[in-house]
């Protein structure tokens, strides 16, 4: 059975830092491409970043210089880190494995940027 679990997520003032972690369980981690999606209160899921399991990192423009995703096949984990968080970057976080077609998804983490 296939498991995400993110953590990390919680309340932080605009300008500060978080790290998210996930933590997979029931697939080849090395194998798959991990990624970090939001969803704002009202808004669609959106893209964060993602890096492949040859450690390519694709980020969402917009983010590209503030977030940073790293993966540890050693410990099944990805990480994103969240630097000078901005109001706007409130969401839930959620965690995405992918290969050949097959995803799967965490149940996620709330993140909120206080002004």
């Known amino acids: 059975q296939v498991q995400l679990v993110e953590s990390g997520g919680g309340l932080v003032q605009a300008g500060g830092s978080l790290r998210l972690s996930c933590v997979s369980s029931g697939i080849t981690f090395s194998s798959m491409t991990m990624g970090w999606y939001r969803q704002a209160p009202g808004k669609q899921r959106e893209l964060v970043a993602t890096?492949?399991?040859?450690?390519?990192?694709n980020y969402a423009d917009p983010l590209k210089g503030r977030f940073t995703i790293r993966r540890d096949n050693a410990r099944n984990t990805v990480d994103l880190q969240m630097n000078s968080l901005k109001p706007e970057d409130t969401a839930v976080y959620y965690c995405?494995?992918?290969?050949?077609?097959?995803?799967?998804w965490g149940q996620g983490t709330q993140v909120t940027v206080s002004s």
């Open positions: 890096i492949s399991s040859i450690y390519t990192t």
């Open positions: 995405k494995a992918t290969r050949l077609g097959a995803d799967y």
